[in-house]
């Protein structure tokens, strides 16, 4: 196929390639193009795929014919010029047609976003050191409390309140003798002495009777979330409407067999476990983002794409989205109770967006580098694992079998590769059982 072509470099690791192709080297595309359209066209008197193309012209018009050659075209010449000049596309080019005539030599630009360059910053510089996991008794007697306290009995009594009953209260805050925006909540739970509301609130509760109401001022926080609050004085208005006596199971192997475990101690060694793991597991985060951000800092990137932060941005989003539905609460109260748009979220995630980027830059390229690989029988693993989880959803078990799930696992297979790679170079270890 012959063509000529032009190369152009763009700011922010975009290129542009002006291409031309000769008028005599569109002949076979025009006939494919034309095979196309004939399969597609209905025409009395003429099998599919089988009309002549000057009454296929007079039909669905000779530009029509030109156009779907011309994208036959592009498709082949495209590939052919990114894979000479040694190009690495992100996603589809924009492609902008500059000539297109019949008899004509054809004509486009396309302008393509690559990855950007990256120079690896040296790995045996950078150090982190492991913290040491340490459970405490007051770790597991913490949590101990917790689940007595989900399992109390509860007895709705005529009495004053007092520390560790629940209560249901209605209550209003003002400022300035002014309603402040949800502040007025009804029939709303409480357990006295959990330090759910601000200092003081609850221990104006203890000694009212039911159906007793109170008012009394108490100043916010000053690091309140709230900062139209936060560190100013407000008035509260509360009535209590009940009062329930709460009763803690005692602590003993009664209470430890109701959770499904023999014996006190062996509660205690169990959440001592659980605890452990899951301290183990937030320090193994903590270390792998301390160590990629050190590298990065180490290391040269290329200018980045708007479209890959703008991708990071988005995906972002979508995650405070989720967390904060998964709280039960609703995405455009959450901002107004922020008193931000959700083009002001996005644009202070930014920055963070940037450094996301990079990091999966970094581990792109040291994977490649490193020239690691992802054996395919190590993504069917991952996969079945995944599929056993899901027996119970037909939906998801198709999702499974997609090629978009597979590059996602084969994605996440490489990010532990280089993760594991990195961390046995850069990682000294305090706890023994965590050695790679």
Do not use: W
């Amino acid at each position: 196929m012959q063509y000529k072509y032009e190369l152009k470099k763009l700011p922010k690791s975009q290129v542009e390639i002006s291409v031309t192709i000769f008028h005599d080297e569109l002949k076979p595309f025009i006939e494919k193009a034309t095979q196309k359209l004939s399969e597609q066209t209905k025409i009395d008197g003429f099998r599919p795929g089988k009309v002549p193309l000057e009454i296929l012209k007079k039909r669905v018009g000779e530009m029509k014919i030109l156009e779907e050659a011309a994208t036959l075209a592009v498709e082949k010449s495209y590939v052919e010029i990114a894979t000479k000049e040694k190009l690495e596309p992100l996603g589809s080019p924009k492609i902008d047609l500059e000539k297109l005539a019949p008899n004509n030599d054809f004509s486009y630009k396309a302008t393509i976003n690559l990855i950007p360059e990256v120079k690896i910053g040296d790995y045996k510089s950078v150090k982190i050191k492991e913290k040491e996991i340490k459970v405490s008794e007051e770790d597991i007697n913490k949590i101990i409390e917790e689940v007595r306290n989900q399992k109390a009995t509860e007895v709705l009594e005529n009495k004053t309140v007092a520390k560790g009953d629940r209560v249901e209260i209605d209550f209003d805050i003002f400022r300035d003798n002014v309603p402040i925006d949800g502040g007025a909540q009804k029939k709303y739970p409480l357990v006295v002495g959990t330090g759910q509301f601000i200092p003081g609130f609850e221990d104006n509760l203890i000694g009212l009777k039911t159906n007793e109401e109170k008012e009394f001022e108490l100043k916010f926080p000053e690091k309140y979330h709230n900062v139209n609050l936060a560190g100013k004085p407000a008035k509260f208005k509360v009535k209590v409407l009940a009062v329930y006596k709460r009763t803690l199971p005692e602590l003993n192997d009664e209470f430890a067999k109701s959770l499904g475990i023999e014996t006190l101690n062996k509660l205690k060694e169990q959440i001592h476990h659980n605890v452990e793991h899951e301290e183990h597991h937030k320090e193994e985060e903590r270390v792998e983002i301390e160590m990629l951000e050190k590298l990065i800092d180490k290391s040269q990137f290329g200018e980045i794409p708007d479209v890959l932060i703008n991708s990071e941005v988005n995906k972002m989003l979508q995650e405070l989205e989720s967390n904060i539905a998964r709280q039960g609460l609703k995405f455009d109260d959450y901002l107004k109770h922020l008193n931000k748009t959700t083009e002001q979220m996005k644009l202070e995630f930014v920055p963070q967006a940037i450094k996301r980027v990079k990091g999966a830059l970094l581990t792109r390229a040291i994977f490649l580098k490193e020239k690691m690989e992802i054996p395919e029988n190590e993504v069917d693993k991952e996969i079945e694992a995944a599929g056993k989880m899901y027996q119970q959803y037909p939906d998801m078990l198709k999702n499974l079998q997609t090629p978009e799930y597979r590059d996602y696992i084969s994605n996440m297979i490489g990010n532990r590769k280089v993760m594991d790679f990195l961390k046995a170079i850069c990682v000294e270890r305090t706890n023994p059982e965590h050695k790679h």
